[in-house]
């Protein structure tokens, strides 16, 4: 078994290449005049009827208290619309707009070619590798977290 002092480079390389990679997909992002939070809002709701402001909290990496915020300055690039929920009157969809729903068919095959280009000296072998040790990363902090999955980290 390992001891907590053999960790610290694999943490810092975990938080470093994190670090990169968001910069990385960020200069793709920018050049569509839009922030990683936005985009990340435009990709999930691509190909979807809109979800509420509960569901894009759960499948996002946007905290609660930034959501609303991101979904205004969509909302104002005329992207993103605002409709009461059908099923709950207190709760309200956000949907892609015509705008939005072009720039989603756009820039998503555009954004995959962007990533891809990381990966393209990796083996289908090196991504299955690196696929399932990141799993089992996320899987071994959600249990170190008392079973609280991706959902609750956006609290």
Known sequence: ??????????????????QVFLAYAATHVH?????????????TL?????????????????TKGTLTGVINRLEDKGLVQRMASKTDGRSQIVRLTEAGAALFKRAYPEHLEFIYRIFSDYSPEDIATLEAA????RE????????????????
């Open 1 to 18: 078994m390992n001891s907590p002092s053999t960790f610290p480079s694999v943490l810092r390389e975990l938080a470093r290449t994190h």
């Open 31 to 43: 050049t569509l005049d839009l922030t990683l939070p936005q985009f990340d809002i435009i990709l």
């Open 46 to 62: 691509g190909n979807t009827a809109g979800m509420s402001f509960k569901q894009l909290g759960e499948k996002t990496i946007i």
């Open 134 to 137: 990141l799993v089992r990363l």
């Open 140 to 155: 071994a902090v959600t249990a170190a977290r008392g079973g609280k999955g991706e959902e609750s980290a956006a609290d």
